[in-house]
Nanobody, 115 residues
Framework: QVQFVESGGGLVQPGGSLRLSCATS????????MGWYRQGTGKQRELVAR???????VYADAVKGRFNISRDNAKNTVYLQMNSLKPEDTAVYFCNVWPLTTSSWGQGTQVTVSS
């Protein structure tokens, strides 16, 4: 069963920053494009950013210019640096492969942007 372990969320004021981390197995990390997804209360889960095995990133319009996705191949870990956070970024953030080929999800990490 595929496993993803997310961490790094928290409460931050608007304009603040957070860095999320997600660890997975080496097999998954070496083969798949990795993505960060988020799900706000009452909303559908959406893709925020993805990064290829070669390190090429793609961002959703809502986060372009504010978020930065990266991956550490030695640690089988993908990161999401979030800057200039807005209240609408509040959500549970998950990582997974892209495109989705599994229904297995980690526990996610809660990000709350509020003053």
């Amino acid at each position: 069963q595929v496993q993803f372990v997310e961490s790094g969320g928290g409460l931050v004021q608007p304009g603040g920053s957070l860095r999320l981390s997600c660890a997975t197995s080496r097999r998954i990390f070496n083969i798949y494009v990795m993505g960060w997804y988020r799900q706000g209360t009452g909303k559908q889960r959406e893709l925020v950013a993805r990064i290829s095995t070669g390190g090429s990133p793609v961002y959703a319009d809502a986060v372009k210019g504010r978020f930065n996705i990266s991956r550490d191949n030695a640690k089988n870990t993908v990161y999401l640096q979030m800057n200039s956070l807005k209240p609408e970024d509040t959500a549970v953030y998950f990582c997974n492969v892209w495109p989705l080929t599994t229904s297995s999800w980690g526990q996610g990490t809660q990000v709350t942007v509020s003053s």
